[in-house]
């Protein structure tokens, strides 16, 4: 299986490219795809960029001209969910859009959400148990996206009065609305680096590097653990 790992800032993929074996570099849409192997797996890693539309010609890409049979989008979301700190992780059950019009459902694909791969999942959680402190620090949970940062409390309130989402961010449902047309296993990893409130410009400043190292770190472990199932 060739995996596609996709971030919107660099930091949120430099860990993964500065540890992986790298055999291709290819420029396309604005960014470099870097294809190579990690544990042995074989991987293409890109940063997408910022917001939706980046976000799914990247995916798009990733299965399409370089192959992936799977799609994990790391990063960095605001915590909308009771409970959810900084630096807690939220692995997708599903994803959504919240600035998407209900008459969208008309269309196709006629979803308001996607649900993530029930396999990449629990090989998330597994990935999660192995690491030192995480214990407590990450849960499964709907993710929606839009293209807002969202840094006011109202604007917060709102979705999660519409939408009940764990955590919001700007790219996770595009990645997983790729993922559904070209019928691949998709899985969005998030480690909050703000709550997505007045304070949220402040805080993610703070947190945004640790907090991308996370879902970094998991994923590679996740390479770890599928590298050792086939060698088993």
């Known amino acids: 299986m060739k ?11 430099d860990l993964i490219c ?3 074996t790298v055999t291709a570099e290819t420029p396309l849409f604005g960014t470099t795809y870097y294809e190579g192997t990690v544990y042995g797996q074989e991987i293409v890693v890109a940063c997408c960029g910022v917001g939706k539309v980046n976000a799914a010609i990247c995916a798009a890409a990733a299965m399409h001209q370089f192959g992936a049979d799977c799609i994990i989008n790391i990063g960095i979301a605001g915590a909308m969910e009771h409970g959810l700190h900084v630096l807690d992780v939220v692995i997708s059950s599903e994803v959504g859009f919240h600035d998407q019009d209900a008459v969208m459902l008309k269309y196709y694909p006629k979803h308001a959400f996607f649900p993530a791969d ?6 998330c959680e597994q990935a999660c148990r192995t690491i030192p402190d995480m214990a407590g620090r990450y849960r499964r949970g709907r993710i929606v996206s ?25 790219e996770g449902a595009a990645v997983g609305h790729a993922a559904f047309m070209y ?11 703000d709550t997505a409130d007045d304070d949220a410009t402040k805080t993610y400043d703070n947190f945004m590097q640790e907090a991308a190292h996370t879902s970094a770190t998991i994923v590679l472990k996740m390479l770890e653990l599928s590298a050792a199932r086939e060698s088993a």
């Not at 995996?3 to 949120?12: Q, R």
């Not at 029930?118 to 090989?123: K, M, P, R, V």
């Not at 969202?150 to 519409?162: F, Y």
């Open 3 to 13: 995996w596609g790992i996709l971030g919107a800032l660099d930091a949120e993929v």
């Open 18 to 20: 500065n540890q992986m």
């Open 118 to 123: 029930a396999a990449l999942i629990t090989l």
């Open 146 to 170: 839009g293209d807002i940062f969202v840094q006011d409390a109202a604007v917060k309130a709102s979705i999660a009065e519409r939408y009940a989402p764990a955590c919001v961010e700007m």
């Open 183 to 193: 019928e691949k296993p998709y899985l969005v990893i998030r480690t909050m680096s």
